[in-house]
């Protein structure tokens, strides 16, 4: 899969945006856009080749956090987005 | 505060950003008598610029959390280096808030700022200015018509308080050049410019009151 420069494609792993559970235990279903800043996160699986002054930070395969509103477009069950709509990176600590 | 993202762990910043812990959202501040009033009530506390209005409670100091694999210069037009480590405490400027998100990760807030906002980073009680700012304190000017004084708390006359240790390379060529001038040195800087006050009216923390600039905006010294 060949992407523009500083873009990344991650499979989303689990997006907390589904449902949310009050202390008292009620689950809350969450629409699309409710929480919009509760963040997604997913595996890398392509990454652009960067620019100059501005390399890729990600490496296929590691776990990414992001918000809903960064993603560009799903493209074959994987989320693109830009790498500086990133929030962090996974750690493996 | 606005626009908090919940997240479970800290990870590491990307695209420049740098997460730095929050203690203080200086909201508030304590008077002498012990009273915890609103920072509203300290005519532009945190404004400190002229026409800046006072809409939000912004800190201006943090401890590092978690630094990028690496600095870049992108949208910036000079190449640096990091400067900082996990543990420092960064200050920058009031007006660095315009692409900053907060995190909220187990109560704790952290603010992801970009690392070319940074303007000083204190660590072991030592002060160091960052990306090729230049500290300094202000020179008051006394002026004097008929029987009436007015002393100006700023002119355009600054005392070098601090150099950088390393200077950002420019990419533009004119900008790059020696370092002529040391701590000391009383200098003017460039007349459509304005220094960057470290710190604002309330709730400081360092012992004086310091401006930076970026080492290029400095024009030439002048006799004490």
Known sequence: ?93 | MRNEIPIDKLGIPVMNQVFVKITDIEDSFKTKGGIIAKSDFVPEAWSNSEGHSVTDFIARSGVVAAIPKIITSHGYDYETECEIQVGDTVFWSIGSFESCSVLVCSGEKFLSINYHKLLIRERDGDILPLNGNVLLTSVSKVRTALSYTVTDKLSNLWDICQMPEKIPVSKIPRRNGEMYWEVGDRVIISVNQSAMKIEGDINKSLDKELYCVPWHFILCDTEK
């Open chain 1, 1 to 93: 899969m060949k992407i523009r420069a500083l873009l990344l494609a991650a499979t989303r792993l689990e997006s907390k945006q589904k449902e949310k559970v009050t202390l008292s235990g009620i689950i809350i279903p969450l629409g699309v856009a409710a929480h919009s800043n509760i963040p997604l996160k997913g595996r890398v699986e392509h990454i652009g080749p960067g620019i100059t002054g501005a390399p890729m930070e990600v490496e296929v395969g590691e776990n990414v956090y992001y918000k809903k509103d960064a993603i560009i477009v799903e493209v074959d069950g994987m989320d693109l987005l830009d790498q500086s709509m990133l929030i962090q990176i996974e750690s493996e600590e």
